[in-house]
């Protein structure tokens, strides 16, 4: 592989590849390329997949190229750093904000899959302003292979994208293998360069400091995405597409109603109810149907198959604000939060065209928040938190507070002549 001084790259291939729909190169057997560049140091193109794939609409199936060593994809790693964007902020670090007085080094350290995975500040202030990059990083140590080590990586980012409230990225990706310096460029969505925006506590879902064992945290976060990837997803491209109200209003409805659907207790019994009207009665009234449609519109008998009793959207919010009521009805009421969630998701989902004015944007945006909060009270819960502990921190959040004034302006009785309040985003 060759790199001239415009940044044009050639590679040099051995062995056979073929090239994909999108002309992305891969090869056919091990996802490994061999090269090097024109002062003659080893350089090294190589794929990594996980479980995360497709995961707030990002790509976890990546190309990497690596500078500075020949890596095969099951070559074990000594060590990996990087930056996440959002980690400044958890740890409550940022750059130029007075609120960390604490000399640089790590401030957590802890083994997460059989790995060490250590939280560092380890740039001061001035640095990371001039530089316009993060103060803090994250190293994996006593890794194993590189797709251990970008998994972990993501599954990490996620959780901080999680916590954080706002997109976590990852950049800067540093390795050492055999004792040898590797930088890492990824050809893929999930990495951004330079500093994510300063941001206090309050703007945070939680920080460092809110957290009594990390270790433990991250071990039931881990479970969960395993056993709730479908509820996840959506969740994370809500987070991530927030200025598109088409797409959002669907993603925060489908990622509440497949928690709804996929959650199970320990037993492994789901914990809310799936059905409208039961199973027997429900055979009951499909039998009778297949009778009458053999006999009236044998043509048509097909279609008994697409019966379901399936819970509709409205009734599972209202089993999930059961579970949290107490915190809720300080921004919003169950009848509201279910009704709105299920029109705004029809909205678009039934192909509604046309001009959206700017009355009816700013009610699906708030309406998509306040489900937001029900998900991260819901969350909160599920990575160890205790009810009331989970409400305090969402009750500090600035957005929530935005709300619940939104809420009580709305339940005020209108005086004639008054000038109507405004709900801006």
């Not at 050492?176 to 206090?200: E, F, H, I, K, Y």
């Not at 009778?291 to 048509?300: G, N, S």
């Not at 921004?331 to 299920?342: G, H, K, M, Q, V």
Request: a negative charge; one cysteine or more; proline letters at 4%.
């Amino acid at each position: 592989m060759t790199i001239d001084a415009h940044g044009h790259t050639t590679l040099r291939l051995q062995g056979s590849f073929y090239l994909d729909r999108v002309i992305a190169l891969r090869p056919v057997r091990e996802p490994v390329v061999f090269g090097e560049l024109e002062d003659g140091s080893a350089a090294t193109v190589l794929g990594a997949h996980h479980d995360l794939a497709n995961t707030l609409g990002q790509e976890y199936f990546g190309i990497f190229a690596m500078f500075g060593a020949h890596i095969t994809p099951s070559e074990l790693i000594d060590e990996v750093t990087f930056t996440a964007t959002q980690l400044d902020n958890f740890l409550q670090a940022p750059a130029g904000v007075a609120c960390d007085s604490r000399p640089l080094g790590a401030r957590w350290t802890g083994s997460f899959r059989d790995v060490t995975v250590t939280f560092a500040v380890v740039r001061s202030d001035e640095t990371a302003l001039a530089d316009d990059v993060p103060r803090s990083c994250v190293t994996l140590s006593v890794v194993g292979d590189w797709n251990t080590a970008w998994e972990i990586a993501t599954k990490l980012s996620v959780l901080l994208t999680l916590l954080a409230g706002a997109s976590s990225a990852i950049d800067d990706v540093k390795l050492r293998v055999r004792g040898v310096p590797v930088r890492v460029v990824a050809a893929m969505r999930t990495t951004a360069s330079g500093r994510a925006p300063d941001r206090g506590p309050t703007s945070l879902i939680s920080t460092f400091d809110d957290i009594p064992d990390l270790v433990t945290l991250v071990a039931r976060f881990d479970e969960f995405e395993l056993a709730m990837r479908q509820a996840l997803n959506p969740f994370l491209g809500y987070l991530n597409n927030p200025g598109d109200i088409s797409v959002s209003a669907a993603q925060i409805a489908q990622a509440l109603e497949s928690y709804h659907r996929d959650r199970r207790d320990s037993s492994g019994k789901h914990r809310f109810e799936q059905t409208s009207i039961g199973k027997k009665r429900f055979a009951e009234i499909k039998g009778a149907l297949a009778l009458t449609m053999e006999r009236e519109f044998p043509d048509y008998a097909w279609m008994l198959d697409q019966l379901r009793d399936d819970r509709p959207l409205r009734s599972r919010i209202c089993d999930l604000y059961r579970e949290h009521r107490e915190f809720l009805d300080l921004i919003t009421d169950e009848p509201s939060l279910a009704r709105d969630a299920t029109k705004n998701r029809n909205f678009f989902s039934h192909g509604n065209s046309g001009a959206l004015t700017p009355e009816k944007v700013r009610s699906i945006f708030w309406s998509g928040e306040r489900l937001r909060f029900l998900f991260y009270a819901l969350f909160l819960v599920e990575l160890g938190f205790s009810r009331d502990d989970a409400h305090q921190l969402l009750r500090r959040n600035d957005r929530f507070l935005r709300l619940q004034t939104l809420w009580h302006s709305s339940r005020e009785p209108v005086i004639a002549g008054a000038p109507a309040g405004g709900d801006s985003v």
